[in-house]
């Protein structure tokens, strides 16, 4: 089973850019589709963005639509969440996540989690 493992998040200010890495362990990471998901204090934990096994095919959610852009790596068994125009309300812990099958919204089908990374961004 892989095992991912976030980094990237930090400090920015409003109209800034952050790039997040999911580093994922495991010989079968190029089967799996990945989500990246986030969690606001007191909200749920909602969709961001997801990419397919293959890398063809790409989903974000209408909040970020335009300003984040996912990609994967299978060379370096990594997914990579690229933020620009960073908000005040994209602040959150950021998670990556990774299912068999095709990319879902909803994070309760996800099987594999990070540990999380914290973004927060100032206005």
């Known amino acids: 089973q892989v095992q991912l493992v976030e980094s990237g998040g930090g400090l920015v200010q409003a109209g800034g850019s952050l790039r997040l890495s999911c580093a994922a362990s495991g010989r079968t990471f190029s089967s799996y589709a990945m989500g990246w998901f986030r969690q606001a204090l007191g909200k749920e934990r909602e969709f961001v963005a997801g990419i397919s096994w293959s890398g063809g095919s790409t989903y974000y959610a209408d909040s970020v639509k335009g300003r984040f852009t996912i990609s994967r790596d299978s060379a370096k068994n990594t997914v990579y969440l690229q933020m620009n125009s960073l908000k005040p309300e994209d602040t959150a812990v950021y998670y990556c996540?990774?299912?068999?099958?095709?990319?879902?919204?909803?994070?309760?089908?996800?099987?594999?989690w990070g540990q999380g990374t914290q973004v927060t961004v100032s206005s």
């Open positions: 996540a990774a299912r068999m099958g095709i990319v879902v919204t909803t994070w309760g089908r996800y099987d594999v």
